[in-house]
C-alpha cells in the first residue's frame, strides 16, 4: 500500500538558517497528490502547501516544495527559519481513487535564536 | 463561523467503559475523516465516509464503530476502551477528491485509565 517516509524525529536549527525537510513516497498510483501540513503545538494540523504536477515548484509562506515523480520525492524548504516555524510538519500522500490521505511520521522542527 | 467541531475536548475514561466523540462541519465538505494520534505524534487515517457512506476502514479494532447521520455529521463509538486507545482523535472534512485540503477539528483527547 502506500507510505510517506520523512526526516526522523527533531531537526534543530538555528535562526536564519536554511531548512530543509526531508519526504519520499511509496504508491502504485502514477498521479498522486503530496501534501505538507504544519501542526503548532497545542493546534490541529492545517495546510502549508500541497502539489500534483511533476516538477513544478510551489509557494506558500515562505516554504516551498517540488513534486518528482522520478525520485519519488517531495521535499520541504525555507531559506531561512523563523523562530514561528518552529511545529510539527507532515508530509502526506493522497491518489485520484479518493483513498484518505496517508501521512508520513512527521518531523519536529525546533528554531532556536 | 465555518470549521470543523468536535465534542469532548477531553474525556477521562476507565478500560472497559464506552466512550462516544462528535463530530461536526460547516464548511459544506461531503467526506469526513476519522484520524488518530498517538503519543508518538503518529496520524494514522482510521476511517472515512462520503454523504454518509463508509469509504475507508482501516485495521481497527471491532470496538471502533463510526457513525455518520448526513454528510455535515461524524460520531465515533469505542464499545470497550483499552490502555492503548489513549490518544487524540481528530476529526477532519474534505470535499470529495484526493487533491482536496483536509479541514481538522481541534481533536478530543482520550485518557483511558
Known amino acids: 500500500g502506500d507510505s510517506v517516509t520523512q526526516t526522523e524525529g527533531l531537526v534543530t536549527l538555528t535562526e536564519g538558517l536554511p531548512v530543509m525537510l526531508n519526504c519520499t513516497y511509496q504508491t502504485i498510483y502514477s498521479n498522486p497528490f503530496l501534501f505538507w501540513y504544519v501542526q503548532h503545538l497545542n493546534e490541529s494540523p492545517r495546510l502549508l502547501l500541497k502539489?500534483?504536477?511533476?516538477?513544478k515548484r510551489t509557494e506558500h509562506q515562505g516554504f516551498h516544495a517540488t513534486l518528482h515523480k522520478s525520485s519519488s520525492s517531495f521535499h520541504l524548504q525555507k531559506s531561512s527559519a523563523q523562530l514561528s516555524d518552529s511545529a510539527l510538519y507532515y508530509c502526506a500522500l493522497s491518489d485520484r481513487n479518493n483513498n484518505a490521505p496517508r501521512f508520513g511520521a512527521g518531523t519536529k522542527l525546533s528554531v532556536k535564536p | 463561523e465555518t470549521a470543523v467541531f468536535q465534542t469532548p475536548n477531553y474525556h477521562v475514561t476507565q478500560v472497559g467503559n464506552e466512550v462516544s466523540f462528535n463530530c461536526k462541519q460547516t464548511?459544506?465538505?461531503?467526506?469526513m475523516y476519522w484520524y488518530k494520534q498517538d503519543s508518538k505524534k503518529l496520524l494514522k487515517i482510521m476511517f472515512s465516509y462520503n454523504n454518509k457512506q463508509l469509504i475507508v476502514n482501516e485495521t481497527v479494532p471491532r470496538r471502533f464503530s463510526p457513525q455518520s447521520s448526513d454528510k455535515a455529521h461524524l460520531n465515533l463509538r469505542i464499545k470497550s476502551v483499552e490502555p492503548e486507545d489513549s490518544a487524540v482523535y481528530l476529526c477532519?472534512?474534505?470535499?470529495?477528491?484526493?487533491?482536496?485540503?483536509?479541514?481538522f477539528g481541534a481533536g478530543t483527547r482520550l485518557s483511558v485509565l
Open positions: 502539489s500534483f504536477t511533476d516538477n
Open positions: 477532519a472534512s474534505s470535499s470529495w477528491g484526493g487533491q482536496n485540503t483536509l479541514y
Open positions: 464548511l459544506g465538505h461531503d467526506t
